[in-house]
């Protein structure tokens, strides 16, 4: 982000060449030892932005000054916050297409086996697993289609906004978007600080998906209990007992029917601190980043052991 925009202000001449290149090489070194661990961030420079600048200082000098030029870290930070909720958008994409390939995988092996459909868990009609396990499908095609959505509706660059009326200087932010992936510039400046529909709606495709994957786990313990026994799950998704040898507890299955819940709750809280909230930037808003990332990791984490429970489960013949 902070290349881009350097390059942009020689781009419209208000750096010169030498300096764009000493800040490009700064941030570059810079990039370099967070990626190895060997960067020391300090608590009393504030934040990330801070701890960045002061190291460019050290690198390359007084020119270092120049990297803040025509923007703030408002419209920094909702610059690298769409950036990464677009990178991790196609992370859970491509762990809900490996929960899909399994369950079509689990399905192509049972087409001839017949098992009771359901209503009100009540034997309904003779169904084959195979066109139950295929509705999997269907349910994840459409998270999948929820998640992209919203990659194409926060697919617009903040970057120029700066604290919230934008700036004097005459910068090109079409260049921006292009170079840092976007399809365009924002269109209002004060709407573009304030603005957290994008996590709402990325943590809303979080919770339908932990629903979903909820109801299906929620089913599938149903289906092992000793009540019904039409699956086996495999001695690498259930637990024992620590009292009873001959026990297996679908632990993995409970861990992600109960996963929803913080979904639920995680979209609850940003609803609650945009609740009421004026226009342009408050401190409020910087709770969205922890909130983002602990939803994330959570679905990635469920999305990974339901695909393994997919693929350690075997119907009852």
């Known amino acids: 982000g902070s290349i881009a925009h350097v390059e942009m202000l020689f781009k419209q001449k208000i750096i010169s060449f030498k300096v764009k290149n000493k800040i490009v090489y700064g941030l570059n070194k810079i990039e370099k030892e967070i990626s190895n661990k060997k960067f020391e ?30 923007r703030s870290r408002n ?3 909702i610059t690298d916050f769409k950036m990464w909720l677009k990178s991790a958008t196609k992370e859970i994409n491509n762990n809900i297409d490996k929960v899909i390939i399994s ?45 992209s959505n919203n ?23 079409n260049y921006t978007s292009k170079k840092l992936g976007f399809k365009k510039p924002t269109n209002n400046s004060i709407d573009t600080i304030s603005d957290r529909d994008f996590v709402l709606d990325f943590l809303y495709s979080i919770s339908v998906c932990s629903m979903h994957i909820s109801r299906i786990a929620e089913e599938l313990i149903i289906w092992n209990s000793d009540g019904f026994n039409l699956i086996n799950l495999s001695d690498k998704v259930v637990t024992g007992s620590s009292i009873m040898p001959q026990k297996k507890n679908p632990d993995l299955l409970e861990y992600l029917r109960g996963k929803s819940g913080s979904a639920y709750g ?12 004026p226009l342009s930037y408050f401190k409020d808003l910087q709770d969205d980043k922890e909130i983002v990332f602990n939803s994330n990791d959570t679905l990635l984490n469920c999305l990974k052991i339901f695909d393994e429970v997919l693929r350690n489960c075997k119907p009852n013949k």
Request: glycine share 6%; proline share 2%.
């Open 103 to 147: 369950s079509i995988k689990l399905a192509e092996k049972n087409i001839k086996t017949i098992m009771p459909g359901f209503t009100h868990l009540k034997n309904a009609q003779a169904i084959s697993f195979a066109h139950y396990l295929m509705s999997y499908v269907e349910i994840f095609n459409r998270d999948k289609k929820r998640f």
């Open 266 to 277: 995680n979209l609850f809280s940003m609803l609650t601190i945009l609740k009421g909230l």
């Open 41 to 70: 961030f300090k608590n009393k420079y504030e934040d990330i932005h801070m701890n960045i600048e002061k190291r460019l200082f050290q690198i390359i000098g007084e020119e270092a000054g120049y990297v803040h030029t025509a």
């Open 151 to 173: 990659i194409e509706s926060l697919d617009e660059n903040p970057l120029g906004v700066a604290a919230l009326s934008g700036t004097s200087f005459n910068i090109d932010r």
């Open 75 to 77: 419209d920094q930070v």
